[in-house]
T-cell receptor
């Protein structure tokens, strides 16, 4: 069965900390990778796509390791507003593809 | 720009009652459309997806059904709700397989 696995957390960090989330996926043929953010009782929102060469958006850095089937998200200088659940998302299926969502990792940033 | 609308935001329904949730997308043509469910404390589960009018693919056999009567309209239905149908239902759209999905604001369904 094809899956996307994440540490559920929660990760409790103080403001200003650096925190890293990891994710593994089972289908080596997967092509597209994303990180989503979901606030409590809200819909998930796309945070960033993950590219093979790695990519950065402000305080957020995403990395992809195809050989190990591993994705990471690094958040630097954590803010209170970063508190949310972070979902790892992978295009898992062959043929017509749909996205498979991990169960998410909860981040709690405290003052 | 593209927008996605989903309603109602909250719904409380008795066991055995019917269900109809509607989702519409504006500002794009022939979007891929999806219905997901998120049960309390669990991940997102794909229920149905559609790549065109009248075309529905079902991911999980259950008492739910979906229809796409118009290009940008996606409906989730049930004839008789079960307690286990409670959850957060999310509609989403995308322009293809390589792009991320954009979700509607969701419907929180409680079956009592």
């Amino acid at each position: 069965r094809k899956e996307v696995e994440q540490d559920p957390g929660p990760f409790n960090v103080p403001e200003g900390a650096t925190v890293a989330f990891n994710c593994t996926y089972s289908n080596s043929a997967s092509q597209s990778f994303f990180w989503y953010r979901q606030d409590c009782r809200k819909e998930p929102k796309l945070l960033m796509s993950v590219y093979s060469s790695g990519n950065e958006d402000g305080r957020f850095t995403a990395q992809l390791n195809r050989a190990s089937q591993y994705i990471s998200l690094l958040i630097r200088d954590s803010k209170l507003s970063d508190s949310a659940t972070y979902l790892c998302v992978v295009n898992e299926r062959s043929g017509y593809s749909t996205l498979t969502f991990g169960k998410g990792t909860m981040l709690l940033v405290s003052p | 720009s593209q927008t996605i609308h989903q309603w109602p935001a909250t719904l409380v329904q008795p066991v055995g009652s019917p269900l109809s949730l509607e989702c519409t997308v504006e500002g794009t043509s022939n979007p891929n459309l999806y219905w997901y469910r998120q049960a309390a404390g669990r991940g997102l589960q794909l229920l149905f997806y559609s790549v065109g009018i009248g075309q529905i693919s079902s991911e999980v056999p259950q008492n739910l059904s979906a229809s796409r009567p118009q290009d940008r309209q996606f409906i989730l239905s049930s004839k008789k709700l079960l307690l286990s149908d409670s959850g957060f239902y999310l509609c989403a759209w995308s322009e293809g397989n390589t792009y991320g999905y954009t979700f509607g604001s969701g419907t929180r369904l409680t079956v009592v």
